[in-house]
């Protein structure tokens, strides 16, 4: 019985596989991701001639060296990859496990975030008044007149105020501003602590 076309030698180690390869490449056709075959049982030999993409390397699988392929692009530059490893990144997903459980991604409340029985309610914000129709008929004040008195800004609201350089009808109070409308329409906002420090003094 004949033997294979190997050494004859008793003290070396067993032959490796063949080398198979391929000579005349074909880039026609579109090139396939290799996805498409590492699915396939007999990979890498049934890609072998094969027209494949891989991470945007494109070529010929040309040459099956052991575990490795070797794909040769239309330049005739060439690339060796890992058979194994492309089979485990290019792997379809087993659908046989069963899917984890997806957690909630809503985590409950801080504990200092909610409020105890006996914890008093935050008090309301004041109703939002807007005068829409100011009067400028009104005496004209000093913003200084107002700024001094405890109330204030509370008290100036719908005045006929003179703030240096402008005057106008205080038409709102929004969060510690005062609104101030003047006769031409035009309307600017003043903060009430600023001008409390400015005009308040006695």
């Not at 099956?64 to 485990?88: C, E, H």
């Amino acid at each position: 019985m004949q033997s294979h076309v190997t050494p004859d030698t008793d003290n070396e180690p067993p032959a490796a596989p063949m080398r198979k390869a391929i000579t005349e490449p074909d880039f026609s056709g579109t090139p396939q991701p290799i996805g498409q075959w590492t699915e396939l049982a007999d990979f890498p030999q049934c890609a072998l001639g094969a027209h494949v993409s891989i991470h945007g390397f494109t070529g010929v699988l040309v040459e099956i060296i052991n575990q490795s392929i070797k794909v040769q692009s239309p330049d005739g530059k060439s690339q060796r990859f890992n058979a194994y490893r492309l089979k485990t990144l290019f792997a379809p997903p087993d659908r046989t496990k069963p899917e984890a459980q997806t957690l909630s991604m809503e985590r409950p409340k801080p504990i200092a975030e909610r409020r105890p029985v006996d914890d008093e309610p935050e008090p309301e914000p004041p109703p939002r008044r807007h005068i829409t129709d100011p009067d400028f008929t009104t005496e004209v004040r000093a913003i200084r007149t107002f700024a001094s008195q405890p109330d204030f800004p509370t008290s100036v609201y719908g005045k006929h105020v003179d703030i240096p350089g402008y005057q106008g009808v205080v038409v709102e109070i929004v969060k510690g501003s005062l609104r101030v409308q003047s006769p031409t329409g035009t309307i600017r906002s003043y903060n009430a602590d600023a001008l409390k420090k400015l005009y308040g003094r006695p």
